[in-house]
């Protein structure tokens, strides 16, 4: 009975390349959430997705930062042009039509 | 904007005793709270859930209570251990399904010494 899955684990990436973070939900589970996490902080809401589709994108920044979740295979959360600040550590979860969420171990991304 | 709030940043406590984490909200009425577990380095663990027709929620030596009138969710573990020791975040979302985004508190960092 496998979690959410989230690879890398851990990411580097110098300043101007893109960092792709990959997460497969539970079996069954048809809605992904992604959240950002940065030292210090709590957990923010980024972008809920079903398969397919961008249900809510309200807390992803405008520029440089796409999701998606296709209808085969994992979600991406795509990063383009990584600065400093964008150095987190990135969670995804996942849920049944109704209930909790549940959150994969996350890819800690440090940009150089 | 909605707010969530978990007073204490950090919590000592005794091997033994029952530790209280307070959370509470601001300018909403969630339909369900949710608490989870962090430890350094990994991801949230789901540990309960309660709706707000619930007053408490149990799960071996965990409780939760809601309390809307006072907006506040208190969160128990009895006979606490070392192994208790995390983070534990409280989250809401306005709707009763999935599909919505999760508002997080920054946590409470919960030790326990033996």
């Known amino acids: 009975n496998a979690g959410v899955m989230q690879n890398p684990r851990h990411l580097v990436r110098r300043r101007g390349q893109e960092a792709r973070l990959r997460c497969s939900p539970v079996k069954g589970h048809s809605h992904v959430y992604w959240y950002r996490q940065l030292p210090e902080e709590g957990l923010k809401f980024m972008v809920y997705l079903q398969k397919e589709n961008i249900i809510d994108e309200s807390g992803m920044p405008k520029e440089r930062f796409s999701a998606e979740f296709p209808k085969e295979g994992p979600s991406i959360l795509r990063i383009q042009q990584v600065v400093r600040g964008d150095s987190a550590a990135y969670f995804c979860?996942?849920?049944?039509?109704?209930?909790?969420?549940?959150f994969g171990p996350g890819t800690r991304l440090t940009v150089t | 904007s909605q707010k969530i709030e978990q007073n204490s940043e950090a919590l000592n406590i005794q091997e033994g005793k029952t530790a209280t984490l307070t959370c509470n909200y601001t300018n909403y009425s969630p339909a369900y709270l949710q608490w989870y577990r962090q430890d350094p380095g990994r991801g949230p663990v789901f540990l309960l859930l309660?709706?707000?027709?619930?007053k408490e929620k149990r799960k071996e030596r965990l409780k939760v209570t809601f309390d809307t009138t006072l907006k506040q969710s208190l969160f128990h573990i009895t006979a606490s251990q070392p192994a208790d020791s995390a983070t534990y975040l409280c989250?809401?979302?306005?709707?009763?399904?999935?599909?919505?985004?999760?508002?997080f508190g920054k946590g409470t960092t919960l030790s326990v010494s033996s």
């Open positions: 989250a809401f979302s306005p709707f009763n399904q999935a599909g919505t985004a999760l508002i």
């Open positions: 979860a996942s849920s049944p039509p109704s209930g909790a969420q549940y």
């Open positions: 309660i709706r707000e027709n619930e």
